[in-house]
């Protein structure tokens, strides 16, 4: 328990500071837009870099990882798009509640990984983030594509908006150092820490300020439909895939921690600068993380062994 509560209270107390903040008027509302722009544009792409350029795939069941991870991604997707398909609803709305069923939080990934197994917990969650950062960005920006505000017609706008993404870039840039084994030469990895180490605070930061309590009663079934799939298809998906590939220690614990955690703060950033429902997304980001005190430790207790 103390391993999920200590995850997730300092979340919680980031998100409502943003909240005291905006409502205050302590910072003017320009700020927070470019707050926005800097974390969507800068912070969370040298993040990315780092944690990706730093990856090493040697002694890895990577496959078998693999392999649960797109299986449960894509299965998630599928279910969201197809329910969205059946019961048309609004298209700016569905991209949160997309977001909100399929990105997980990479901090709380690591903080837990490593607090129940140690640095070994640390390093398969590594791994495990950085296969499903590349695809669930690559996911989300396409369902952007198609039902944002701002949607792209045609093939060519398509790619290029996907292709020119400042995280799928991050992604690629992080992948190709890792892979190649150039990794992150000189200082090149302490300056992209001390960068993107920015990126949670001022992302929750963002998520608090776009909070709008008043406006979560007219949002309950998108808030509904992305908690069940977070919390209820995703880590029932992840634990057969895991059965079925034969996964287990470590390596199995680190990917059942990923899809257990609530979704992601990056969801409101893109939200934000592609034409999302900010307000939706706040609202799910907010309850699914307080939601995640009393689910995780419960699907820990099922799925877990430590």
């Known amino acids: 328990m103390n391993a999920f ?120 969650g590594s791994v495990a983030a950085g296969f499903m950062i590349v695809l669930i960005n690559l996911y989300c920006i396409s369902v952007f594509v198609l039902w944002g505000k701002a949607s792209f017609r045609g093939i060519y706008p398509f790619v290029r908006e996907v292709v ?37 605070p001022f992302g929750l930061l963002a998520v608090g300020a776009a909070l709008r309590p008043e406006t979560i009663r007219g949002q309950v079934s998108p808030i509904v439909v992305s908690t069940v799939t977070q919390f209820g298809l995703k880590p029932l998906i992840v634990a057969i895939l895991i059965f079925v590939t034969g996964l287990s220690g470590v390596e199995a614990g680190a990917l059942v921690i990923a899809f257990m955690t609530p979704t992601s703060p990056a969801g409101y950033i893109l939200a934000r600068q592609l034409g999302g429902d900010t307000e939706t997304i706040a609202s799910i980001i907010t309850l699914q993380t307080l939601l995640a005190f009393v689910m995780m430790p419960v699907i820990g207790l099922l799925l877990l062994d430590y």
């Open 164 to 200: 020119a993404n400042p995280l799928i870039v991050a992604c690629t840039i992080g992948w190709v150092l890792s892979l190649s084994g150039i990794g992150l030469p000189y200082m090149t990895g302490d300056i992209l820490e001390i960068i993107g180490r920015a990126a949670l």
């Open 5 to 124: 509560v200590t995850a997730l209270v300092p979340i919680i107390v980031l998100i409502i500071l943003g909240f005291v903040l905006r409502r205050t008027g302590f910072l003017p509302v320009e700020a927070w837009a470019g707050m926005e722009k800097l974390t969507y544009y800068i912070l969370l792409p040298s993040l990315l870099v780092r944690s990706l350029g730093k990856q090493t795939l040697a002694g890895v069941p990577w496959p078998a990882m693999l392999t649960v991870i797109v299986g449960t991604l894509t299965i998630a997707a599928g279910v969201l798009i197809l329910l969205h398909k059946v019961r048309p609803g609004n298209n700016a709305t569905f991209t949160s509640i997309f977001q909100g069923g399929v990105r997980f939080n990479t901090y709380i990934t690591l903080a837990v990984a490593q607090n129940l197994y140690g640095p070994a917990g640390l390093a398969m």
